[in-house]
């Protein structure tokens, strides 16, 4: 039954794009000088913003482009990828995202930077895919305003049509096409992609329960989208983007992945298959699976109420009995746990989650322990947050910072937990509570666009201070690996709506493309920004800060020297001082191998001393 499956989802793909909404006029970013001033109405700057967001994830697109790209630099690309299994796993889109482990530190005292611009990692997309459809759920009519509902149509589409291409059957699952090793070592155009790709896949003897479960809570968070099913009603409605067939067949390859992702042995992707813990390695499974249980049980629900039904005989409160069972014995509660919301982990959006569920009213959707229980969970965590008692804590002007994953991300860890908190304000249990959270999300997400010690909007394109280096292979117009930053010296496209990685603890931002903890773009990166820009469009009676940033502003404040970072070593101008951790790291490599050239030394002094030794106690005796 696998080979039906396999092509019933390739063959019926062609027939979805021709219901994919078309957008009634042709959105193109305005150069970034619009960015600034009140020549412009605040809601279409907020409209801009949302749609240059969108814009970035043409940019990243794999495959064959539409007649419609938007993106002119862009070309066809890596066109035979899944040939080597005999599948076509074209399209999608690249990842650009490197993580803050993998780096090297080379013996002559250099560092080499790892890439990673062109693979396709399933881990970070499904997880981008949750959160905008999400997103899109609570604060959707914010992209009709803007009139970029077609355009969330279509970047959503390019993303779970290649998903379902990677699960060709119940079983198997996709995880990674290209080999990080390989593209490390590459630094071009989108023409010159190192090939044949190599492919890593979970399978039924080799599973990986997270990557499975997390493709599962994609699915189903896009399948409520489509079905029209809101979560939260009494606030606002879902983009429009209704299409039930879609719905369902979303929904069938989310029920598939979720059994998939029960199987034994449970264990996380990265420790199944060699190769891909260089790029996004996982750190567990329980809190993938007890999201896709979740956004499972409304999706069911939601596909009971429409006219095309795929039910997998599981109802929607056996999912939540589920969830809510198993978010206890994994001690996930934020009692327990204090986790940061990203690509690695989706805790702190779990007790939000239930009680947007349990606020509903529907009685087949009843998460155990009724609204108030999941508003302690959630306010638990979230008043940890703000109060700094938890692992997050704010830099010296206001950023929200996680010691081990902000140091890759700033903005990342930051931009999260302000979508988390607009989600959940609404439902707090006190008005109190509502604002106390609504400003510190807006603190958040004001920092992002400007208003910081550096003047800098963090967005691509966005205001004549955006950064102008992001470290993207194919924005910049460079192909020499070896002159990442000169070659050229500013970037010949622009990287429109690309949210760059951010400042360091201190607050300070350098611009420089090979520095890629502070300049990376990476679809994740942008996935809560779509939210935040959505939610604007409906609430915000002010414009972006950055309108009030002028030309020049982050230059005269802008930083010299080099940072202290993964990238480059502390000490040099504009450095905190002292060693970094790559520095560190590799001192103490030396000084190991030291160690052991001088133990070893020792040990072959004794032995030859004590042969002589011997020797001459047989002279003595005759």
């Known amino acids: 039954m696998k080979a039906p499956t396999k092509y019933l989802t ?63 630099w862009r070309n066809d690309s890596a066109l035979e990828d899944g040939k080597e299994d005999g599948l076509d796993l074209t399209g999608g889109y690249y990842d650009a995202g490197v993580p803050l482990a993998h780096w090297n530190y080379a013996w002559d005292g250099t560092f080499s ?58 079983n198997t699952l996709y995880v990674q096409v290209g080999d990080t090793a390989v593209d490390n070592d590459y630094w071009g155009g989108d023409q010159g992609i190192p090939s044949p790709r190599t492919l890593f896949k979970v399978t039924a003897q080799n599973p990986g329960a997270d990557a499975a479960a997390r493709a599962a809570a994609a699915f189903a968070s896009c399948s409520i989208l489509y079905n029209g099913f809101s979560l939260s009603p009494s606030t606002s409605s879902p983009a429009p983007l209704s299409n039930s067939t879609y719905a369902s ?52 629900e939601a596909a009971s109420n429409s006219t095309t039904s795929s039910s997998s005989g599981t109802s929607p409160q056996s999912y939540l ?21 990203n690509w690695d982990s989706v805790t702190p959006a779990l007790p939000v989650l239930l009680t947007q569920i349990s606020n509903l009213g529907n009685s087949n959707l009843q998460p155990s322990g009724g609204t108030s229980h999941w508003q302690s969970e959630s306010e638990t965590y979230f008043d940890r947050v703000l109060d ?32 988390l908190l607009f989600m959940y304000a609404p439902m707090a249990t006190s008005q109190s509570k509502t604002s106390k959270y609504q400003d510190f999300a807006q603190g958040q997400w004001d920092y992002t666009l400007g208003k910081n010690p550096m003047s800098v909007p963090y967005i691509v394109g966005s205001n004549p201070n955006s950064p102008s280096n992001p470290h993207d292979a194919k924005s910049s117009g460079g192909s020499n690996i070896n002159a990442i930053d000169t070659d050229p010296e500013t970037s010949v496209h622009t990287l429109y709506g690309a949210v760059v990685g951010g400042p360091n603890k201190d607050d300070k931002y350098w611009n420089i493309r090979s520095d890629w903890p502070e300049t990376e773009v990476a679809i994740d990166y942008n996935a809560p920004f779509l939210s935040l820009a959505a939610y604007s469009v409906l609430s915000a009676s002010n414009p972006p800060y950055y309108t009030s940033l002028a ?22 101008k504009g450095g905190k001082g002292g060693l970094s951790h790559g520095a560190i790291i590799a001192i103490a490599v030396v000084v190991s191998v030291a160690g052991l050239f001088i133990f070893a030394l020792a040990l072959w002094w004794f032995c030859v001393a004590r042969k002589r030794r011997a020797g001459r106690r047989t002279e003595n005796r005759y």
Request: with cysteine.
């Open 551 to 572: 030309p020049g502003a982050y230059d005269a404040v802008k930083p010299s020297g080099t940072p202290c970072d993964a990238v480059f070593p502390c000490g040099g």
């Open 10 to 72: 390739l063959l019926s793909l062609p027939l979805l794009v021709h219901s994919q909404l078309s957008p009634q006029t042709t959105y193109q970013p305005p150069d970034p000088s619009s960015g600034y001033g009140n020549s412009l109405s605040s809601e279409t700057q907020w409209g801009n913003l949302l749609g240059n967001l969108l814009w970035f994830y043409e940019a990243q697109r794999s495959g064959k482009l539409p007649a419609n790209n938007r993106v002119s």
């Open 321 to 341: 009995d589920s969830a809510t069972s198993q978010y206890e014995s994994a001690h996930l509660q934020a009692s327990k746990q204090d986790s940061v919301m």
């Open 249 to 300: 067949q979303l929904l069938t390859h989310a029920t598939q992945l979720y059994s998939f992702s029960q199987q034994t042995p449970l264990q996380t992707y990265s420790d199944a298959i060699h190769g891909v813990d260089w790029a996004y390695p996982s750190s567990t499974y329980e809190d993938d699976q007890v999201l896709a249980a979740i956004l499972l049980a409304v999706a069911t």
């Open 113 to 170: 930077l790892p890439q990673t611009d062109y693979i396709k990692a399933t881990y970070p997309l499904a997880y981008s895919l949750f959160s905008i459809c999400w997103g899109a759920n609570v604060h959707g009519q914010g992209y009709e305003r803007a009139g970029q509902t077609a355009y969330l149509d279509g970047m959503l589409r390019w993303g779970l049509d290649w998903l379902m291409k990677a699960h060709p059957d119940a």
């Open 388 to 419: 700094g008692s938890g692992r997050g804590q704010l830099t010296k002007n206001g950023l929200l910072w996680y010691d081990g994953d902000s140091d890759s991300a700033s903005l990342n860890p930051a931009a999260n937990a302000a979508h």
